[in-house]
Structures are given as C-alpha cells and as structure tokens.
Nanobody, 115 residues
Framework: QVQLVESGGGLVQPGGSLRLSCAAS????????MGWYRQAPGKQRELVAT???????SYADSVKGRFTISRDNAKSTVYLQMNSLRPEDTAVYYC?????????WGQGTQVTVSS
C-alpha cells in the first residue's frame, strides 16, 4: 500500500557529493514530516535530516552545513543533497516519516565514502 523507494547512493571519495531521492506513495506526504535516516554496520540508526510539509528543515549536528534536505510535495519525493562527504558518512540511507513507521522502511540506498 505505502512504498518508499530510495535511490542515488554509490561509492564516492572523501569530499565528493551525492544526491539521494526517495519516491513515496502520496498518502504519507500530506501532513507528515519526512526524514532521512542512516545506519552504519553495528551502529545505532540515526535521523540525519527532516523536512516539514511546508519545507522547514532540521539537521543532525554531524551533517549540518554539508547536507540539504528538500521535498517536492507534487511529486511525493524527498531529496538529500550530500556534499563534502566524509568516510564516517558511510551507511545505508533510508527515508521515512518522522516519527517513523516501521512498515514504511524501504530497501535503503548504500552510500560508501572511501579513498
């Protein structure tokens, strides 16, 4: 019924950039805050950025100034522009609502930052 499909990950060198996309079923976008989450192997899943239906954004300290989250409500899509990538950004990145719904988790997209 509800699908969240992440794409855009890949392998980049430190300092590089990637743009992630999350295409969603329209039903969850109406008045929900959307977020990007990431999880590195053996580490706690963390919320890295959020965007409200009106476009207000919030960021984890670890990505502030480097990542930009945005949403296109007409296309039911949320984006994460990632610049100045660091090895510690390596993780599987997921989108979901904030607060998240377990049933909404997609497959995620792998981001690997390595020299």
């Amino acid at each position: 019924q509800v699908q969240l499909v992440e794409s855009g990950g890949g392998l980049v060198q430190p300092g590089g950039s990637l743009r992630l996309s999350c295409a969603a079923s329209g039903s969850i976008f109406s008045r929900n805050v959307m977020g990007w989450y990431r999880q590195a192997p053996g580490k706690q899943r963390e919320l890295v950025a959020t965007v409200t239906s009106g476009g207000r954004t919030s960021y984890a300290d670890s990505v502030k100034g480097r990542f930009t989250i945005s949403r296109d409500n007409a296309k039911s899509t949320v984006y994460l522009q990632m610049n100045s990538l660091r090895p510690e950004d390596t993780a599987v990145y997921y989108c979901n609502t904030d607060p998240f719904y377990r049933v909404y988790w997609g497959q995620g997209t792998q981001v690997t930052v390595s020299s």
